[in-house]
Nanobody, 119 residues
Framework: QVHLVESGGGLVQAGGSLRLSCEASGSDFTITVMGWYRQTPGKQRELIGFAGGDATNYPDSVKGRFTISGDKAKKIVHLEMNSLKPEDTGVYYC??????????????WGQGTQVTVSA
């Protein structure tokens, strides 16, 4: 079993920045994909992007403001959020996909971390 722990969420004023982190732990697993999603009030969970992915594919709502970075070997992924807006308020989830014991695919989610941006 692969367990994800998120950190870094909280309350910030509009225009501010936050950095979310997500660390994976467990035994005998390798990571193929690390990414971030978010769910804002009244909307479905949406994909922000993946570590190592093309930032131009991020949703237009976050493009140019958010950056995802990660290290598969260290089993950690970050979401850097700048110029935050009140509409960025929501719950942010990390997602990690990989192989357990080289054979079994796993798809794990973090517990979600609340980001609140005040006007």
């Amino acid at each position: 079993q692969v367990h994800l722990v998120e950190s870094g969420g909280g309350l910030v004023q509009a225009g501010g920045s936050l950095r979310l982190s997500c660390e994976a732990s467990g035994s005998d697993f390798t990571i193929t994909v690390m990414g971030w999603y978010r769910q804002t009030p009244g909307k479905q969970r949406e994909l922000i992007g993946f570590a190592g992915g093309d930032a131009t594919n991020y949703p237009d709502s976050v493009k140019g403001r958010f950056t995802i970075s990660g290290d598969k070997a260290k089993k950690i992924v970050h979401l850097e959020m700048n110029s935050l807006k009140p509409e960025d308020t929501g719950v942010y989830y990390c997602n990690v996909v990989g192989f357990h014991k080289g054979l079994e695919v796993f798809d794990s989610w973090g517990q979600g971390t609340q980001v609140t941006v005040s006007a």
